[in-house]
């Protein structure tokens, strides 16, 4: 079974509850590790293809815990009935498109205790959708495998949690530079590397490229300050 350090480190934020429930879950890799770990009693492990799930019905197979777990075929929250779960985690896709998983079942997330959400891009949409749309935001925690940064939100909805943050906390987490999280410094050095990497393709003298070219100078400004407290 796959033990990648991203699926040990989404395994490693999880609470443990009776039912534990994997959106778009591959191959299984993370209920099956949950499951391996004693983190919950049952999984239910859900995806919009048919063939990551026969792949994650022979992993539950020969782990010798197919008994245990659940593979349900279906599109974000459709498989899942309210208060089935306690524990919904979805990683492995956009930000963008978690945030439209979650918005079309609010009901479904609702009755969950925790959502642990691990965008694989635009991690920054999901934060701002989070935090603007009365999700309480418990932890972020971040972890880099294979080249990749990878940011997670451990949240649940909470009427009356709505926030609105400074648009450069959405991109740069504030909960993790408050907790100088270890991986921070280096991540910063990443996001400055990424808006240099913007500048350098705005090559054309227009009015809306001296603009655009001004807001990445600034956030560099910005973020790059932000060192200094960490």
């Known amino acids: 079974m796959d033990k990648s350090k991203r699926i040990e480190f989404i395994v490693s ?3 443990k509850v009776t039912t534990l429930a994997d959106i778009g879950t591959d191959h299984g890799y993370v209920p099956l590790l949950a499951l391996r770990n004693e983190l919950c009693e049952k999984a239910i492990a859900c995806d919009i293809n048919k063939e990551p799930l026969a792949k994650g019905k022979l992993n539950a ?5 197919d008994d245990k777990i659940e593979f349900r075929l279906g599109n974000g929250f459709e498989p899942l009935k309210i208060n089935e779960v306690e524990e919904v985690v979805i990683a492995g896709m956009g930000g963008n498109l978690i945030r439209d998983i979650i918005q079309k079942d609010l009901n479904k997330v609702a009755s969950c205790n925790y959502l642990v959400l691990i965008p694989a891009q635009n991690p920054e949409v999901l934060r701002e959708y989070l935090y603007k749309n009365d999700f309480e935001v418990i932890k972020e925690d971040l972890c880099f495998d294979e080249g990749i940064y990878y940011e997670l939100f451990k949240v649940r909805k909470s009427e009356g949690q709505a926030t609105e943050l400074d648009s450069i906390y959405y991109e740069i987490s504030p909960m993790l530079l408050r907790s100088k999280h270890p991986l921070m410094k280096e991540y910063i050095d990443y996001k400055i590397d990424e808006y240099n990497r913007i500048l350098g393709f705005i ?3 227009s009015e809306s490229a001296i603009k655009r070219k001004a807001e990445v100078s600034e956030k560099i400004e910005i973020i790059s300050r932000m060192k200094k407290y960490l």
């Open 203 to 205: 090559t054309d003298d």
């Open 61 to 65: 197979i020969l782990e010798g815990i």
């Open 13 to 15: 934020n999880l609470e």
